[in-house]
């Protein structure tokens, strides 16, 4: 998808790939431009916690969908939960690939939440029954909150847990 006109190098991208059924999130920065073609660097994402969600038939149209056409606005929802990540290297056609221009801070955001660990955290508070775990992964969560130095990772990050009702 080409949404803004000419690419060039340092553009942050937002992109997807497919992986079975459903696609991977690949967020980087243009490393280089040729006709239709723009080389990327950065991170492949696997939501595979939103996947198993899904299959077991725990999560709703709105998370397949999430999972079949990945966007930067809503994908911290497919984020929430486990997901495997690895360093990407790869060229998309604009013409044919899923491919978007975002915003720096869009991409720090992204890239901050896996590389923190944040889904891994916040599935843990998620899956444990109530009681003095589920009290103790919100407290560590709590604390990887409060050490956060990007300041809209953090604020994005208190956004996400309030809305989930997992602070206190």
Request: proline share 4%; glycine share 8%.
């Amino acid at each position: 998808m080409f949404t803004k006109k000419g690419w060039k190098e340092g553009d942050h991208v937002f992109a997807s790939q497919p992986n079975g059924e459903h696609r991977d999130i690949v967020i980087g920065i243009v490393t280089g431009v040729e006709n239709s073609n723009i080389g990327v660097n950065g991170m492949i994402i696997n939501p595979v916690g939103l996947k198993n969600k899904v299959s077991q038939g725990k999560a709703g149209p709105q998370s397949l969908e999430l999972l079949k056409n990945p966007d930067p606005k809503e994908c911290i929802f497919a984020l929430i939960y486990r997901v495997e990540h690895n360093n990407f290297t790869g060229v998309f056609d604009i013409t044919t690939d899923h491919v978007e221009k975002i915003h720096k801070n869009i991409h720090n955001i992204i890239s901050g939440w896996v590389r923190e660990s944040i889904p891994e955290l916040i599935n843990n508070v998620l899956s444990l029954p109530d009681g003095v775990e589920k009290e103790q992964a919100k407290r560590i969560l709590k604390q990887r909150m409060d050490t956060l130095y990007d300041k809209d990772l953090k604020k994005y990050m208190y956004s996400i847990c309030r809305g989930l009702k997992i602070l206190n």
